[in-house]
């Protein structure tokens, strides 16, 4: 069983109680279709300009997370046509965010949660690289 955390972004977390997240964490569908079995690992808000987001993983790495998932709305946005990735979402930095995450931890982070825009391709920092 996989032990799964989330960080999301702190311009969203008025908005948004997680709600489609944690579903599909919990039927692993969407960010969270490639594990056989998952379990939530704890939630964290990253705060502009995400100082602090490698310090929040460690914490999380600590307490058991195995993989961290950051929520999509850091990198896409909600249209009339449904989430789409062009223009980007809340964050400009989120790709130097989580690939210094990745490199300080060494945990697998994952850019991606509920709400795919069509036709992207889930993106996996492990092993020191990034894929997608």
Request: one cysteine or more.
């Amino acid at each position: 069983m996989t032990n799964v955390a989330i960080i999301r972004c702190e311009n969203n977390m008025d908005r948004c109680p997680l709600t489609n997240c944690f579903r599909c964490l919990m039927e692993k569908k969407e960010g969270f279709a490639t594990y056989e079995d998952c379990i939530p690992a704890g939630v964290f808000t990253c705060r502009c300009p995400g100082d602090v987001t490698v310090n929040l993983s460690k914490i999380l790495k600590a307490k058991g997370a195995e993989v961290i998932h950051f929520c999509t709305c850091t990198f896409a946005k909600k249209t009339t046509d449904g989430w789409v990735a062009k223009d980007g979402g809340f964050c400009e930095n989120i790709d130097k965010i989580i690939e210094q995450v990745h490199k300080e931890t060494g945990i697998q982070c994952v850019k991606g949660t509920a709400h795919l825009p069509k036709d992207y391709t889930v993106k996996t920092w492990d092993q020191g690289y990034s894929s997608g």
